[in-house]
């Protein structure tokens, strides 16, 4: 990480003066408050916030934007649940129903690769140690890949279908070769969105002690946000301070990821969200969770020209390379299923920014030249 004295402040010319005392705050490395965040979110001065944010990037980690060559893998889309806002879930006997075995799930991937992201549907039929042997068959047969799996709803399925503690899944999961978790189920912590949109899925306060638990195991974690469908801005703040103050509470956070919802074939909105609320929301991610130490752009959900850009927008993380990305293009998503590495260091290096591959700790793999 560089230090403040590293970086140069910034001489910005505001058009929205409510962002003025918001910047006093930033360059103080002052808490900012949920009033703050909301004039961040409804501000037509994106410029100005975008100087604010990617100042308080540079003051972590420089020109450092970081990448890894991973795969995603999806191991089926059968699941419980029957989420209003998704279209990747299908039942048993649906004609887009899928099961993937072991080899073909090896058969995704290269020893090359620095991480491997597991999630998928809550089949009802697998027992818990076909997920479990899922995570220990990719750790034999790539010990050097880190896998990073199951979010915090499948940890909640997991404990309650098979009547196993939080402690005792996570135990397993970690020595089967898990060592991180991914960040979604989260979706927005609202009990009036929930109700209305995926009744069936751990609660907030659910998620976090979920993710609270993992923390505390040594088990480090991401975390997502899913906006753009019919939370309201409010919402999306209370989302950002919950994380914070679990942050504060039980450190563990890797990265915080918003999601552009994908409107697909549910249409609980007109439109996608614009490029514009993208930013918006990644640079007030930036200022608002002063204790995460990455804001992560995810370029399957806002493409790759919206997330190179986010880079100067308070992102410090690009995701992956992926390889084959099946939830977001299940809605309809408009970008690749994957990226080449060559293609993530040339996003980098358009934004103007030094490309740094990691692993799925963060630890540096290799930086390249700028």
């Known amino acids: 990480m560089t230090t403040e004295t590293e970086v140069k402040i910034p001489d910005i010319i505001f058009k929205d003066d409510a962002l003025t005392p ?6 103080r490395e002052e808490r900012i408050s949920f009033e703050d965040g909301l004039v961040c979110l409804q ?19 420089g020109d450092k934007v970081y990448f890894v060559f991973n795969r995603q ?8 649940l029957s989420c209003t806002f998704c279209d990747f879930a299908k039942k048993k006997g649906d004609e887009d129903a899928y099961e993937m075995g072991m080899e073909e799930i090896l ?25 479990e042997g899922i995570v220990r068959g990719i750790h034999e047969a790539y010990p050097n890949i ?65 993710h609270r638990m993992a923390h ?49 074939t549910t249409n609980l909105v ?11 929301t990644i640079a007030t ?12 752009a995810y370029w399957v959900m806002i493409g790759e020209e919206t997330a190179s850009i986010a880079l100067n927008f308070g992102a410090s993380d690009l995701d992956g390379t992926i390889g084959e990305e099946k939830i977001a293009h299940a809605a309809k998503a408009a970008s690749p299923i994957g990226l080449a590495r060559a293609r993530m260091l040339r996003l980098i290096g358009d934004a103007g920014k030094i490309p740094v591959e990691r692993d799925a700790l963060y630890n540096e793999i290799h930086v390249y030249d700028s």
């Open 285 to 296: 991610s930036r200022l608002m969770l002063d204790n995460f130490p990455h804001i992560k």
């Open 107 to 131: 058969g995704k991937l290269d020893p090359e690769m620095h991480e491997v992201h597991i999630v998928g549907g809550h089949h009802p039929d697998w027992p818990f140690e076909r997920y």
């Open 22 to 27: 918001i910047w006093e705050k930033v360059k």
């Open 146 to 210: 880190k896998i990073k799996a199951w979010t915090a709803a499948e940890i909640d399925y997991f404990s309650k279908r098979f009547r196993m503690s939080e402690e005792e899944v996570f135990s397993r999961m970690k020595d089967a070769g898990m060592v991180s978790m991914p960040g979604g189920g989260a979706e927005v912590f609202s009990n009036r969105v929930r109700k209305q949109l995926f009744p069936g899925k751990n609660s907030a306060e659910r998620w976090l002690e979920i």
């Open 73 to 80: 893998i999806n191991p089926t889309n059968i699941c419980v």
């Open 43 to 61: 501000t037509d001065d994106i410029v100005s916030l975008g100087q604010m944010a990617d100042y308080a990037k540079r003051r972590l980690w």
């Open 270 to 280: 007109p439109r996608q969200a614009s490029a514009l609320e993208d930013l918006r």
């Open 216 to 264: 505390t195991m040594g088990i480090k974690s991401n975390a997502t946000l899913l906006y753009g469908h019919i939370e309201t801005l409010e919402e999306r703040l209370q989302h950002m301070i919950l994380l914070r103050e679990l942050q504060d509470e039980a450190p563990g956070f890797f990265a915080f990821i918003p999601l552009e919802y994908q409107v697909g």
